[in-house]
Each structure stands twice: as C-alpha cells, then as structure tokens.
C-alpha cells in the first residue's frame, strides 16, 4: 500500500503518544446486502445509534444489523430536485455532517452543493452553492460557488465546517450561525497542482490539517503544503481520532494506520486477505462510538469488524486515560 514516507515529524501539542493502534480479530457482514449502493459515507445515527446513516450514490438511508437498507432521502436515479423523501434527486452523496438527531447537511458532489436535509419531514432545501452550476467563488451560501466538492467535517463542534473542493483545488470553510440561517464561505488554501482533485480531509488544532490528492497524504499548515506519504492506490477516505495522533487512511487496497507522531504505520484490515465482504475495494470507514467496532464501507456491502480491546491515549496535561469510544473527532470521506 505504501510507497514512500516523509521523515518529518508532526508536531502536536498537548498529546503524548502512547497508541496501542488498532488490531482486528472478527469480520462479519453488518446486513446481508445493500445492493445496488455504495457505502461513501456511514456513521452512527445520532437519533438512534443502533442503525448507521449510509450515503450511497444518489440517497441516504438507514441500515440496522442483520437488515435492509432503508432509503429516507432520494432514490435509485441521478438529477436534482429538492422535495421529500423519494421526490428529492441528488448527483452522488459524497459526505454528510449531522448537526443534530433532525438535520443534516448533504454533500452533492455532482450538483456542486450542499443540501438541507430534514430528519422530521425528510425533505431537502438548498444549502449553500447552486445546485447544478459549477464554478468557484467565496461568499454568502448561496452566492458561493463549488466544483465536485467532496468532504465535510467540522471537528469543533462550533458552527465552523471544513469542506473539500475536488475540481477547483482547494479547502473551503463554512462558518455558520447557531440557526443555520446565516452561512459565509471563504478559501483557505487553494493550489492547483499539489491539491489537485482533493478529495479527504482530517483539521486538528490551528487548522492544521491532513488532506488527500489523488494517492498522496499532504500536510497543511497555513499556506505550507507538505508531501507526508504516498500509496500505490488513490486514498478514498481518511478518518481522524480526536486523539490527533492517529489517522486511518483508505484506498482500494485496504485500511491502514498512521501514528502521526512518528509516522510509523501498519496496514488494520486487507479485505482480499478474506473477510465477510472479501473481494470488494473498500471506500468508508467509522469507528462506533459505543462498541469496539469499525465499520467498513464498500459496493453493495457494509462490514463490521471487531476490534481487539480498547484503544487508549494519555493527554500530557493531566495523564488522564481516555478511550476510543470517547475520543471519535470527525469522519473525512
């Protein structure tokens, strides 16, 4: 999976690494099939968190263990429209972020928007951009332009959101008010030829970020854009522990972790070295909040697998332990 690493190490504060990583010892299907979909987004339901959210090519839906995917949002044809349920048309659901148990903000990369949804009545209203007009242009929502964007996470909770801009090159951030009413873009960092096709972020402590580009892992600190390490495949999803030492990576190949203190990693999960879901290139990834489970997304399939203890770290401050099912910061797709 990997090709090179960087020798340079990260600095971040606060943090002393003591990660023990993550080590598979069970592999099971979480439902028989969701054929004909592709997981590029899952994550707990934050209303009910024994049922995942799963983004597919053009809907979202809910999906408890052993059962069917259920479309709430969408359906099975590519377009835009906004309506409910089955009426609204989306252009691939690329990421989702769930401000509460009854809103979400929809990515749709195709449409170059984002979109509204509401859990109460699922129905879907603009949310920043315009749907179907690409372009590139900083601002109020709807006066803002996009071009395939991609990823969103906001990993301080504070109505400040990170988006990536795959066709214009560039990290964009949504600063939005605390009724959502008032949303401002602006650009960050834009470079076309080390972001090109931008696809995956992870933002820790003073915008520092990690972001993906076709198969590198760059890092950004300001207007610095770094080469930290380079896969033989194209990175599809990275996901970030809010410990801020430790980065799960995706690509076709499989899943690998990445100690971000001394760049030392290890490949978790080969899906075509067996498993429930073997055969298929994996695109998601997210950690359970109250189980030592990782699910793993892929085409027509979502896998569960089983996590060997409980990972720890110690915060420098006080050498408090704290476990993983505490410590989940942000998903980046």
């Known amino acids: 999976m990997l090709k090179a690493v ?3 190490l990260l600095t971040i504060s606060l943090l002393t690494n003591v990660s023990h990583g993550l080590t598979i010892t069970k ?3 979480y439902a028989p099939s969701i054929f004909p979909s592709t997981a590029y987004h899952i994550e707990e339901d934050v209303e009910n968190p024994e049922q995942l959210i799963v983004a597919t090519f053009q809907s979202l839906g809910t999906l408890q263990y052993g059962g069917q995917l259920e479309t709430f949002v969408g359906r099975g044809r590519a377009g835009y429209s906004e309506g409910q349920g089955s009426s609204a048309l989306f252009n691939m659901t690329s990421s989702f972020y769930q401000i509460n148990s009854t809103h979400i903000i929809v990515v749709d990369k195709r449409n170059h928007c984002l979109r509204w949804v509401n859990r109460l009545t699922n129905s879907t209203s603009l949310f920043a951009g315009k749907c179907t007009s690409s372009g590139f242009g900083d601002g109020q929502a ?3 332009r996009f071009n395939e964007p991609n990823t969103i996470v906001s990993p301080y909770k504070n109505g400040t ?15 939005v008010l605390e009724d959502h009413q008032s949303v401002v873009i602006e650009t960050i960092i834009q470079n076309d030829h080390l972001l090109n096709n931008v696809k995956s972020l992870a933002v820790y402590l003073n915008n520092y970020m990690l972001v993906s580009a076709a198969s590198h892992l760059l890092q950004v600190t300001g207007n610095t854009i ?14 970030s522990l809010s410990t801020e030492n430790l980065l799960l990576v995706v690509d076709y190949e499989g899943i ?11 490949t978790v999960w080969n899906p075509s070295l067996g498993g429930s879901c073997s055969g298929e290139k994996p695109h998601s990834v997210s950690l359970s909040t109250r189980r030592d489970q990782l699910y793993v997304g892929y085409q027509d399939c979502v896998e569960v697998l089983t996590l060997k203890g409980i990972l720890y770290v110690v915060r420098s401050h006080n050498n408090g332990l704290l476990p993983i099912q505490h410590a989940i910061a942000n998903v980046c797709c």
Not at 226 to 239: A, K, P, R, S
């Open 6 to 8: 960087s020798q340079l």
């Open 27 to 29: 592999s099971e299907k």
């Open 142 to 144: 709807t006066e803002a």
């Open 161 to 175: 959101y990170y988006l990536t801009d795959s066709k214009t090159n560039a990290v964009r951030v949504l600063r």
């Open 226 to 239: 770094m080469t930290l390490e380079e896969f033989d495949e194209d990175i599809e999803y990275l996901y």
């Open 256 to 266: 690998y972790q990445l100690n971000l203190l001394n760049l030392q990693g290890d």
